[in-house]
T-cell receptor
């Protein structure tokens, strides 16, 4: 049981490049989330999903897109990376029946945009 | 607006007790969470309070006062491995978590 995994662990991009971050969970969780974490700030929700085929915007969605084609996977895309998107990105999932709470986190992806 | 406040950093001695405070203001309230995050790692769930009072779980306890918008995390018999950031998060009316910036706890021998 791997829990929540994220790919890649670390990436360097140039301004304007695109990339996709992959999150996978093997716990059969309905809800999945993408957060970013910056120094001195709390986790900020980018997008989330309450089930396969559904996505919704969080607190800071601009510059990001997401897809949930399969229940176990949640993809975060950056179409045109900007230095302001340098951050640590965490994916999380919640078990069914408990709402959007008790979240289980992946190990994070460190992204540097030059 | 929605806001979570907690101290930026605290220092304590191995074997001692430390209390980390958190105050919150949210649109609706569906519970208060504490997570632990070691440097360079993911947050991990510690506790959840939705009713007033103290919840004890081993060396860690968490308290909630809904009328005061206040919670604390109490860590007893501190160990060096407790050096980490402790994140307070409140669940709002939409069951979304509003996160504090975290309290970095430094344990000294």
């Amino acid at each position: 049981n791997a829990g929540v995994t994220q790919t890649p662990k670390f990436r360097v991009l140039k301004t304007g490049q695109s990339m996709t971050l992959l999150c996978a969970q093997d716990m059969n969780h309905e809800y999945m989330y993408w957060y970013r974490q910056d120094p001195g700030m709390g986790l900020r929700l980018i997008h989330y999903s309450v089930g396969e085929g559904t996505t919704a915007k969080g607190e800071v969605p601009d510059g990001y897109n997401v897809s949930r084609l399969k229940k176990q996977n949640f993809l975060l895309g950056l179409e045109s990376a900007a230095p302001s998107q340098t951050s640590v990105y965490f994916c999380a999932s919640s078990p069914p029946g408990q709402g959007m709470e008790t979240q289980y986190f992946g190990p994070g992806t460190r992204l540097l945009v030059l | 607006g929605q806001n979570i406040d907690q101290p930026t950093e605290m220092t304590a001695t191995e074997g001692a007790i430390v209390q980390i405070n958190c105050t919150y203001q949210t649109s609706g309230f569906n519970g208060l969470f504490w997570y632990q995050q070691h440097a360079g790692e993911a947050p991990t769930f510690l506790s959840y309070n939705v009713l007033d009072g103290l919840e004890e779980k081993g060396r860690f306890s968490s308290f909630l006062s809904r009328s005061k918008g206040y919670s604390y995390l109490l860590l007893k018999e501190l160990q060096m491995k407790d050096s980490a950031s402790y994140l307070c998060a409140a669940s709002d009316s939409n069951y979304q978590l509003i996160w504090g910036a975290g309290t970095k706890l430094i344990i000294k021998p």
